[in-house]
């Protein structure tokens, strides 16, 4: 939690007055609240955390459970979390933490920039002796976010260590819908992909992707770009990608939601994750000085 005077300096700083400002969000938490012209957000320092964005003219994309936990040490449930350097359970160790430990550390705000593309937020992170608990690795992490008629996500890892780097990561998007069961995913159709709800069996996608029961597959080989299309929101949002071979689509389906605490009831409906990642065999593997990024552009439009 950042008190008033740290906030003050942190606004001197990166501040853009009408624009860009940093304020003490849910829970306390330190955020910057874009209010740009071409678009609104949020991004949190906790976790580098993008929480909204709402590109003018249109309603907000992400989707935010009204019982996420707000605080140091805990995930934001909704928006987007960025999972590293480990993918779901971290293999070796049941007890880490999941989806990795950089979605709950305090980031470091870089720079704030606004020009007539939109408003730039940079921020980052690096191993520490938290980190060092889990992983010995040694890594820079930057996400540069920008928010304008497109939300364009960054995710910069460089091995600062002197031995080779092998991660998993992934921009853990939360698409707000209307009914998850009333959607349907295009882009995939003939794609293998690896069934987590199955034993990771190794299935084929058949036709567009379409949501009726839990469901957690990682598409592999997937460069292309994915259309989720929403008729009773009269929305179409799509993910284009680049550096990012594997494309996870989860919801947890009525059972799974019922084992999370931080989602209110009935809210499993509301969403859909689509994400831009890097886990199991297309995990990266850097050596030592060698830089990897990874990139996601969402765009909006109605129907």
């Not at 007539?116 to 540069?144: I, K, N, Y």
């Not at 680049?242 to 809210?267: F, H």
């Not at 890097?278 to 439009?301: D, Q, R, T, W």
């Amino acid at each position: 939690m950042e008190t008033t005077s740290a906030l003050e300096k942190l606004n001197r700083r990166f501040g853009i007055p009408g624009v860009a400002r940093i304020s003490n969000g849910n829970g306390g938490l330190p955020r910057v609240h874009i209010t740009g012209a071409l678009a609104e957000g949020e991004m949190y320092l906790h976790g580098a955390h993008v929480t909204s964005w709402k590109p003018a003219g249109n309603d907000e994309v992400l989707f935010l459970s009204t019982k996420s936990r707000w605080q140091e040490g805990q995930a934001i449930r909704g928006g987007i979390p960025i999972c590293f350097p480990w993918f779901r359970a971290k293999a070796d160790d049941p007890k880490a933490p999941a989806h990795g430990f950089v979605r709950t550390k305090t980031w470091h705000l870089e720079s704030i920039v606004g020009d007539e593309s939109g408003v730039c937020v940079t921020m980052s992170t690096e191993s520490d002796e938290q980190t060092r608990r889990w992983c010995p690795a040694e890594f820079r992490l930057v996400h540069r976010v920008a928010f304008g008629s497109e939300l364009m996500l960054e995710l910069v890892c460089t091995n600062t260590g002197k031995t080779v780097l092998r991660f998993e990561e992934a921009l853990h998007t939360y698409n707000r819908v209307a009914d998850v069961a009333n959607v349907r995913l295009q882009g995939l159709d003939q794609m293998h992909f690896l069934d987590n709800t199955d034993s990771n069996a190794d299935k084929v996608q058949a036709g567009d992707v379409k949501i009726a029961s839990a469901t957690d597959n990682a598409y592999l080989d997937t460069q292309n770009e994915v259309d989720l299309i929403d008729p009773e929101l009269r929305r179409h949002t799509r993910l284009q990608k680049a550096d990012s071979n594997t494309t996870v689509v989860w919801n947890p389906w009525r059972e799974g939601a019922a084992r999370l605490v931080d989602l209110g009831d009935g809210e499993w409906t509301r969403f859909l994750c689509v994400e831009a990642s890097n886990i199991l065999a297309a995990s990266v593997s850097l050596a030592p000085g060698e830089k990897h990024k990874m990139m996601a552009v969402l765009s909006a439009a109605k129907l």
